[in-house]
């Protein structure tokens, strides 16, 4: 039965005018497991916590969870019913592309491109200032090692990746059992060891009491003061919002998925899901370990640190630590996979400078090993030029759910029109509502995140946007018009296309049998 599915994966695969060349060895535990490392709730959840905290307080953290958790599932209704109807790496700018024309396409996949590089970028800043705080000064590390110490780990994980799905899927899938184990043992001995200041009782009404930390009380988390409570909380919400991004892996390794079609989905939604009640779990026993709210506001982006230090005996202490380490290295290792597909898939539809390059597979690992490397190499070089972990936690937030959003807008104008084929994953009349309603969310989302003092950002993003258009420009009339070759982006293949490419799909696959023998 198991072979059938591949076939009909493969079958399907054809169809779309692609050859099945990854490995398709992933089931649905591993296609769930990559996204939900990606999310890492022990990585984003625990490093972001300054965010909360020193926004709204306790309530910031709880209610926070709730609501980004909710707007985080919407937008994985709309991922979701697109990745079923079309199980594609690269799946975003490939839906954008097909629902939403080339240049629609084209913005999405830079977007997306961006937003995972950043993303990267931010997980492995954030895992060195995790072992600083926990490990450095046993091992002599300081703050001046952190581009040192983010380029070796990176290597690592594009060295892991090169070697096969298979080799990542076996520490992905380890590590979203040790995720789930580590937010429980973190919850429990949080609730377990720690009371109040007094060692009395919990102040459970802490959870849900709304305070303003913002400015100089947030240890430098938020230098602005903001007077207007309803936005001290929404800066809270980049806690949850930052956290509950990467959930894309599930699209991006659909051709390395069995039953991609209904897998894909539930990895996509699932991931989020379980993220969120989790998260909510330990951050909820966080807050109510906190021995005082004030200092740790103060405490800023080391607010982890100060509860458990005050809180957990040494031993359980530092076995957190390395639990926690542990999920975040391998949290970066996910999203290098994710990079890699993202960078192979666009440069397989001549999206790229290199196309040829970035888009040939190891006809002995299956996997893109040019498009592994380059994706690590471009997330060490944006670690050195926004060495802030702030600043690039707020870029790739706002270019994922760029990226995230835009294909659901152009399905919501395509849907019953030129898209009438829905995928097993259908969720019917529903998906245009959830399409409004996600566009909202993201655009109040970017508002938010653009805020003192991540404001830097905007200017990111002025010169991402100002480039990109000049490079579709380039290529698209510019180049042409000086009567130079220009390579366009054709988008995903269509119709007559599909058909003329079914012989060199054939040789491709037969050429990469060929060299596993």
Same mark, same amino acid.
């Given at each position: 039965?198991?072979?059938?599915?591949?076939?009909?994966?493969?079958?399907?695969?054809?169809?779309?005018?692609?050859?099945?060349?990854?490995?398709?060895?992933?089931?649905?535990?591993?296609?769930?497991?990559?996204?939900?490392?990606?999310?890492?709730?022990?990585?984003?959840?625990?490093?972001?916590?300054?965010?909360?905290?020193?926004?709204?307080?306790?309530?910031?953290?709880?209610?926070?969870?709730?609501?980004?958790?909710?707007?985080?599932?919407?937008?994985?209704? @709309?991922?979701?019913?697109?990745?079923?109807?079309?199980?594609?790496?690269?799946?975003?700018?490939?839906?954008?592309?097909?629902?939403?024309?080339?240049?629609?396409?084209?913005?999405?996949?830079?977007?997306?491109?961006?937003?995972?590089?950043?993303?990267?970028?931010?997980?492995?800043?954030?895992?060195?200032? $995790?072992?600083?705080?926990?490990?450095?000064?046993?091992?002599?590390?300081?703050?001046?090692?952190?581009?040192?110490?983010?380029?070796?780990?990176?290597?690592?994980?594009?060295?892991?990746?090169?070697?096969?799905? #298979?080799?990542?899927?076996?520490?992905?899938?380890?590590?979203?059992?040790?995720?789930?184990?580590?937010?429980?043992?973190?919850?429990?001995?949080?609730?377990?060891?720690?009371?109040?200041?007094?060692?009395?009782?919990?102040?459970?009404?802490?959870?849900?009491?709304?305070?303003?930390?913002?400015?100089?009380?947030?240890?430098?988390?938020?230098?602005?003061?903001?007077?207007?409570?309803?936005?001290?909380?929404?800066?809270?919400?980049?806690?949850?919002?930052?956290?509950?991004?990467?959930?894309?892996?599930?699209?991006?390794? %659909?051709?390395?998925?069995?039953?991609?079609?209904?897998?894909?989905?539930?990895?996509?939604?699932?991931?989020?899901?379980?993220?969120?009640?989790?998260?909510?779990?330990?951050?909820?026993?966080?807050?109510?370990?906190?021995?005082?709210?004030?200092?740790?506001?103060? =405490?800023?982006?080391?607010?982890?640190?100060?509860?458990?230090?005050?809180?957990?005996?040494?031993?359980?202490?530092?076995?957190?630590?390395?639990?926690?380490?542990?999920?975040?290295?391998?949290?970066?290792?996910?999203?290098?996979? %994710?990079?890699?597909?993202?960078?192979?898939? $666009?440069?397989?539809?001549?999206?790229?400078?290199? %196309?040829?390059?970035?888009?040939?597979?190891?006809?002995?690992?299956?996997?893109?090993?040019?498009?592994?490397?380059?994706?690590?190499?471009? =997330?060490? =070089?944006?670690?050195?030029?926004?060495?802030?972990?702030?600043?690039?936690?707020?870029?790739?937030?706002?270019?994922?759910?760029?990226?995230?959003?835009?294909?659901?807008?152009?399905?919501?104008?395509?849907?019953?029109?030129?898209?009438?084929?829905?995928?097993?994953?259908?969720? @019917?009349?529903?998906? #245009?509502?959830?399409?409004?309603?996600?566009?909202?969310?993201?655009?109040?989302?970017?508002?938010?995140?653009?805020?003192?003092?991540?404001? =830097?950002?905007?200017?990111?993003?002025?010169?991402?946007?100002?480039?990109?258009?000049?490079?579709?420009?380039?290529?698209?009339?510019?180049?042409?018009?000086?009567?130079?070759?220009?390579?366009?982006?054709?988008?995903?293949?269509?119709?007559?296309?599909?058909?003329?490419?079914?012989?060199?799909?054939?040789?491709?696959?037969?050429?990469?049998?060929?060299?596993?023998?």
């Amino acid at each position: 039965m198991a072979g059938q599915d591949v076939d009909d994966d493969v079958k399907t695969l054809h169809s779309m005018g692609y050859a099945q060349e990854l490995s398709r060895s992933m089931g649905q535990f591993s296609n769930f497991a990559i996204s939900f490392s990606i999310i890492c709730i022990l990585s984003g959840g625990i490093n972001s916590l300054g965010q909360g905290v020193a926004s709204a307080g306790g309530a910031s953290v709880t209610f926070g969870w709730i609501i980004g958790g909710l707007c985080a599932l919407l937008v994985t209704f @709309g991922m979701a019913q697109i990745a079923s109807a079309f199980p594609t790496a690269g799946g975003l700018y490939h839906w954008s592309s097909i629902l939403g024309g080339r240049f629609w396409g084209w913005l999405t996949a830079w977007f997306n491109l961006f937003g995972l590089i950043t993303v990267l970028a931010a997980i492995n800043v954030g895992t060195f200032n $995790f072992f600083l705080g926990s490990f450095g000064p046993q091992f002599g590390v300081t703050a001046e090692h952190q581009l040192l110490f983010v380029g070796l780990m990176t290597a690592s994980h594009a060295l892991i990746n090169h070697m096969g799905i #298979k080799a990542t899927t076996r520490l992905t899938d380890f590590s979203g059992y040790l995720i789930l184990f580590g937010a429980v043992l973190l919850a429990g001995s949080l609730f377990y060891f720690a009371g109040n200041d007094a060692g009395e009782t919990r102040d459970f009404g802490r959870m849900i009491k709304f305070e303003n930390y913002t400015g100089d009380a947030s240890g430098g988390v938020w230098p602005t003061r903001f007077e207007n409570m309803w936005m001290v909380f929404a800066v809270g919400l980049l806690l949850p919002i930052y956290t509950l991004t990467g959930y894309d892996a599930s699209a991006h390794t %659909s051709e390395e998925t069995k039953s991609a079609a209904i897998n894909v989905p539930k990895g996509i939604i699932n991931s989020v899901l379980y993220a969120s009640i989790f998260a909510l779990l330990f951050s909820v026993a966080f807050v109510l370990a906190i021995p005082d709210m004030a200092e740790a506001a103060k =405490a800023g982006w080391g607010v982890f640190f100060y509860v458990l230090d005050a809180q957990i005996p040494a031993p359980l202490r530092y076995l957190i630590y390395a639990i926690v380490f542990v999920a975040q290295y391998i949290c970066g290792l996910a999203t290098v996979t %994710s990079v890699s597909r993202m960078i192979f898939a $666009f440069a397989r539809d001549k999206g790229l400078p290199l %196309s040829s390059v970035w888009a040939k597979i190891s006809p002995k690992w299956r996997t893109p090993v040019a498009a592994i490397w380059v994706g690590s190499a471009l =997330a060490v =070089a944006f670690t050195a030029y926004a060495k802030l972990y702030g600043l690039i936690a707020v870029s790739c937030v706002i270019a994922l759910y760029f990226s995230y959003v835009m294909p659901t807008i152009a399905g919501f104008f395509a849907y019953g029109k030129t898209w009438t084929k829905m995928g097993p994953w259908d969720i @019917g009349g529903l998906y #245009k509502v959830v399409a409004v309603v996600v566009t909202i969310l993201v655009a109040i989302i970017i508002y938010v995140g653009i805020q003192p003092p991540n404001d =830097a950002a905007v200017t990111v993003f002025k010169w991402f946007i100002g480039t990109t258009i000049v490079v579709w420009a380039s290529i698209e009339w510019i180049l042409p018009a000086l009567g130079m070759k220009s390579a366009k982006f054709q988008g995903p293949p269509t119709g007559a296309s599909i058909e003329a490419r079914a012989k060199a799909i054939e040789e491709a696959e037969k050429a990469l049998n060929a060299a596993l023998k």
